[in-house]
């Protein structure tokens, strides 16, 4: 057997030569096990060599991408895009009809129950699934072209446990780092800083496959990080992570964002929409509402949400009419919710009414309701206006798919 070479640490070695040592060391020592890759990002050529003929596809994928929409200088700053895209399997419909704009150096929560379509909109944006219809750019590329240059700039965590069980949990970040053409000086750096962040500093030394569930999604996150990509991509990264580590984990996501980076987070913790830039809520393999946190507060209550309490009885009717106020709902004798354009303007107004009146208010406030309740009303109000549409269309003999009664429908 041969011996292990020395790490590459001149200025000199390019990424490709030190890539083609680790790989040659690993074939020499591997064990049966050992021998194929974990599933860093789903392409069915991720890992093979680059040769001549690769070279020229990769001329040929740019005179393709020339063709995407991306010239201009506002789709510069756009990361991903997807437009009008459905994936069927089988005999249904995974995703209908999606949209979706990413710009650079934010992080998008897309949110949903399971079987909802988050994975497969990762899987759409990997390159490991093509759509049925529609478009997909990442990057300004379509995934199924990506180039080796392309997959090194995106970190991906697949929802399930996809690396080498029988590698301790260092050596598993240090091989992926290898992959990606990282010098011995900076892969042990990154190393030591990604073991640190999750929280597996002292486990670095234990075989993954005897860590527990929640420290091997620690361990597939830290390996998505590890060469600091522009595009991180994360299924579900926090499922199975406890609430005080979970918060460390949210810390570090929003420093990368601060750095320039974009995040894509697939998440069943409804309550991480606050955590996100911009949320996409996604049932049945439709997007019901993507907006930034606070604008899907205000979709849910129709604006502002004023929780009063008066020290008398009063009737909730006396501020019905007034500027600004679109709605009042009388929870009990002295208890009132009152919906206004802006809590701000109105707050203050709505209080000098009560009073006006000779009632006391106790306490008036402005309520931010739990994204829990929000998804609620959402998900509520989607299956009401879907159930209106299906109820109209059965009722009306020409209301075909595609047909200009239903064109007409869908306008409205």
């Known amino acids: 057997m041969a011996s292990e070479p020395r790490p590459i640490e ?44 690769r070279a020229l596809d990769d001329r040929a994928d740019v005179s393709a991408a020339s063709s995407l929409p991306t010239s201009s200088a506002v789709d510069q700053d ?45 899987r759409l944006l990997t390159g490991a699934l093509t759509p049925t219809r529609g478009e997909v750019s990442v990057m300004g590329r379509v995934p199924k072209r990506f180039r080796r240059t392309d997959r090194e700039r995106i970190g991906y965590m697949p929802q399930s446990f996809a690396l080498y069980e029988d590698l301790t949990a260092g050596e598993n970040i240090d091989f992926v780092a290898s992959l990606f053409g990282m010098l011995w000086r900076r892969r042990r750096r990154r190393v030591r800083e990604v073991l640190k962040l999750v929280d597996l500093w002292d486990a670095r030394g234990r075989q993954a496959g005897r860590l527990s569930g929640g420290m091997q999604r620690r361990l597939a996150l830290a390996c998505a990080l590890v060469h600091e990509p522009e595009l991180i991509i994360l299924d579900e990264p926090t499922a199975g992570i406890d609430p005080l ?58 604006g502002d949400l004023l929780d009063i309490e008066t020290a008398a009885m009063y009737d909730g009717s006396d501020l019905s009419g007034m500027d600004g106020v679109r709605a009042v709902t009388q929870d009990g004798p002295r208890h009132l919710r009152v919906v206004v354009a802006d809590a701000g303007s109105s707050l203050p107004a709505v209080v000098e009414r009560i009073r006006a009146s000779g009632v006391e208010v106790v306490s008036a406030r402005e309520q931010r309701l739990s994204f829990d309740e929000i998804f609620a009303i959402l998900v509520s109000r989607n299956d009401a206006q879907r159930a209106a549409e299906e109820a109209d269309a059965a009722s009306d003999p020409s209301g075909q798919p595609g047909s200009p009664t239903d064109r007409s429908k869908a306008a409205a």
Do not use: Y
């Not at 990361?79 to 249904?92: E, K, L, P, W």
């Not at 894509?264 to 993507?290: F, K, P």
């Open 10 to 53: 001149s200025t000199g070695a390019s990424p490709t030569n030190e890539r083609s040592v680790t790989a040659a060391t690993r074939s020499e020592t591997a064990t049966p096990s050992e021998t194929a890759a974990p599933a860093l990002l789903p392409t069915p050529d991720a890992e093979q060599p680059m040769t001549d003929e």
């Open 78 to 122: 756009v990361i991903v895009a997807i437009h009008g895209v459905t994936h069927r399997f089988q005999d249904r419909d995974v995703l209908s009809g999606v949209d979706l704009t990413v710009p650079r150096g934010t992080i998008l929560g897309i949110i949903g129950p399971s079987g909802a379509g988050k994975t497969t909109t990762i």
């Open 245 to 302: 580590l979970r918060g460390s984990l949210w810390q570090e996501l929003h420093r990368l964002r601060d750095a320039g980076r974009t995040l894509l987070i697939t998440t069943q913790h409804v309550s991480e929409a606050d955590e996100c830039d911009s949320v996409a809520m996604i049932v049945g393999g439709r997007i019901i509402a993507l907006a930034p946190p606070a604008e899907l507060r205000r979709m849910a209550t129709d």
